[in-house]
């Protein structure tokens, strides 16, 4: 696919202007968000939006119904409000920190079947890290995506243009657009990753007709390697209600007031928005 403009993926310092006031796009690296940044989120939206936090199918949350300035621009006193509630770590990365990790991965480690062979969260912490640490890599596109499977699968169906599945604790095979990369330590995963995506910045170019995505490229990022075989079938949707590690919660359409988040959150310190519009209620809660 040829591309003739750059990518409008919102962000908070890029809102999108909708028919109801300005929409933002919060990123949480593999939707794990503390309780009280939640809270905070919900306070701002019953302040300056519709009253309501959205959940999207990337594991990231939305206000709306925000207050345009002339151009589109948010009201001061809003970023101001959401700045406070510490989800926006570098406002330089607003737009690029698309990852997307198995949400059971660290609680529900089976070793067997379709339960997650490695945690990833400090593999996700520190691939944020490499992210934040970097001006260049804040230029990705904001549809740019990383995907980490643990290995059970249930996020191997999603396209990325990046990632890893867990092939065992200690040892992940890259993902690289539509093909598969090279099998690598658990440890160097992050600045494998990171290092890719640099190559992605390099091979793109610049322009309004850019690629967006690794699959984009007319050449090749690297050459393609085989599936390992312990790349496990891709797994189903986590279901609702209780499963390993916690409690599934869907949420509707029309979003989550003040007073569903603060049930959501009472009692733990964090919970973890899914890719399946759900937030993960975990039995605990480790920083990871």
Not at 110 to 128: F, K, Q, S, Y
Not at 202 to 217: I, K, Y
């Amino acid at each position: 696919m040829k591309r003739t403009r750059r990518d409008r993926c919102p962000g908070v310092l890029r809102p999108w202007p909708a028919d109801d006031g300005l929409l933002v796009r919060l990123r949480l690296i593999g939707g794990r968000v503390p309780s009280s940044a939640l809270r905070s989120l919900a306070d701002v939206a019953r302040a300056h939006g519709d009253g309501r936090v959205y959940v999207t199918v990337r594991a990231n949350l939305q206000v709306r119904g925000l207050r345009a300035l002339p151009g589109s621009q948010l009201d001061p006193a809003a970023m101001a409000a959401i700045e406070k509630t510490g989800l926006v770590p570098s406002p330089r990365h607003d737009l690029v920190r698309n990852v997307l990790v198995s949400p059971q991965t660290g609680l529900a480690d089976t070793g067997t079947g379709r339960g997650g062979r490695a945690d990833l969260r400090p593999v996700a912490a520190e691939l944020d890290r490499l992210l934040l640490a970097s001006e260049r890599l804040s230029g990705l596109p904001g549809r740019f995506l990383f995907v980490l499977d643990d290995g059970r699968g249930d996020i191997l169906d999603r396209d990325c243009d990046l990632g890893l599945v867990a092939l065992g604790p200690d040892t992940v095979q890259l993902r690289v657009g539509r093909g598969w990369g090279p099998v690598v330590p658990v440890r160097e995963a992050a600045g494998r990753l990171t290092g890719l995506a640099r190559e992605f910045l390099t091979a793109r170019g610049s322009g309004p007709g850019a690629p967006w995505h690794v699959a984009e490229l007319p050449e090749p990022l690297r050459p393609p390697a085989e599936p390992d075989p312990r790349i496990p079938e891709p797994g189903e949707p986590l279901p609702y209600g209780d499963v390993p590690g916690g409690r599934h919660i869907p949420v509707p359409d029309e979003g989550l007031t003040p007073a569903s988040v603060a049930e959501l959150t009472a009692g733990v310190p964090g919970v973890i928005v899914t890719p399946w519009k759900g937030v993960l209620v975990p039995d605990g809660w480790e920083n990871g």
